[in-house]
């Protein structure tokens, strides 16, 4: 396994900006920067053996200071909603950032993708890790503690990504991590996703608000709905319906329920293809949840990596993480980290190929 390193740009406060290249030999690449602890780019063969950039970034610093849609990026304190901003702990009332409405969101105006972490290397003959750390003090956009936390991201020989999370406090709080990576398997970023074929193993979701958040008779079975994902379903099938659901969010943005209990264990998530390339994606963690975003507020007017244009449902989302609003929602798996306990996660992301007929050009 192989890593390179280089700079990437420095912020407007002077700080360093590196970009680092993970290469498993067998033709996947993971480009990553230590601004947000961002998935920069990641590239996969099709089933006819050419490489295709599946994620969508920018080619400089510059779009990661400037635009707002966690390309890539972890997102923390809490990625996805908290009602209201703010929640009770310990009897106390915790007032949060307002940046979604009269809500809050991935962590806040200056969540964890806008800040450079601290990164070093751990490489073997099968794998190689990036593993990235960050310090965020007690009050940061008015979550309680201090917490220090380690991502670790890593490719291996088997053609899997695996993301590595782990977290102190020093204060009760809550804490809610993810990875916001955007996919399209097609190899041709620009293009919609609606002929990618889609399955989420989970029986039940959360039916949102029109503000997406949770609605209290959440979670609800997906049979019978427009949200049932557990057979593969072309995406463009769905995000167009007049159906609420669809309606509330411009297409999914719903939260899938893996598990009612947070039990740790790593299971089978989700399966994307793309059948023209070959090219496929299975999801595995160990969070409760997996949000699906279809893309649905690409504006089809910003330009990308390699001045290309990426129009609304161009891409997806797949984030691995606890239900949103939890810290409001007792009847949910808790958020709530303490200062004797570690909070640990681990998602996966594998690369396969599907050779039934390989219409790749």
């Known amino acids: ?19 680092y290249t993970l290469d498993n030999g067998r033709g996947i690449t993971v480009d990553l920067i230590t601004y947000g602890a961002t998935i920069l780019k990641i590239a996969t063969p099709d089933c006819g053996g050419n490489i295709g950039d599946i994620t969508i970034g920018f080619d400089s610093l510059d779009g990661y200071l400037h635009k707002n849609h966690h390309f890539g990026s972890i997102v923390g304190r809490y990625a996805n909603r ?44 099968e794998s190689a890790s990036v593993i990235m750390q960050h310090i965020s003090p007690d009050g940061d956009m008015g979550f309680p503690g201090t917490l220090s936390v380690q991502v670790a991201y890593t490719l291996d020989t088997m053609d899997t ?9 020093d204060a009760p709080t809550v804490l809610n991590l993810t990875n916001h990576t955007y996919f399209n398997l097609s190899g041709k970023i620009g293009t919609e996703i609606t002929d990618h074929v ?48 669809i309606m509330n969010a411009g297409g999914i943005d719903h939260t899938y329920v893996l598990s009612k209990d947070h039990d740790n264990i790593v299971r089978l998530a989700a399966m994307l293809t793309h059948p023209i390339s070959g090219r496929s994606l299975t999801v595995a963690t160990s969070e409760p ?39 409001n929602r007792p009847d949910f ?29």
Not at 97 to 125: C, L, M, P, Q, T
Not at 161 to 169: P, R
Not at 333 to 360: D, M
């Open 333 to 361: 798996p808790t958020t709530v980290l303490l200062p004797e306990h570690a909070y640990t996660q681990k998602t996966k992301f594998t690369f396969n190929k599907v050779i039934t007929s390989c219409n790749a050009k």
């Open 198 to 245: 889609l399955t989420v193993h989970a029986d039940d979701y959360l039916p949102i608000t029109e503000e997406a958040i949770p609605a209290q008779d959440a979670p609800q079975p997906v049979q019978g709905s427009i949200m049932d994902l557990t057979y593969p379903t072309a995406i463009g099938e769905k995000i167009f319906k007049t159906d609420p659901q």
């Open 82 to 125: 908290i009602k209201d901003a703010s929640f009770r702990l310990n009897g106390i009332t915790y007032h949060l950032d307002k940046n979604n409405g009269e809500n809050h969101i991935h962590g806040g105006s200056r969540g964890f993708d806008k800040y450079v972490w601290s990164a070093h290397v751990v490489e073997s003959e």
């Open 1 to 19: 396994m192989k890593v390179t390193i280089d700079s990437f740009g420095t912020t407007p406060s002077g700080e360093i900006v590196e970009r």
């Open 289 to 327: 949840g997996i949000q699906i975003y279809t893309g649905n507020s690409l504006d089809g007017v910003t330009t990308y990596r390699d001045d290309i244009i990426v129009p609304r449902h161009g891409a997806i989302a797949f984030e691995a993480q606890h239900f949103p609003d939890s810290p």
């Open 161 to 169: 990504l695996t993301i590595d999370y782990s977290a102190f406090t």
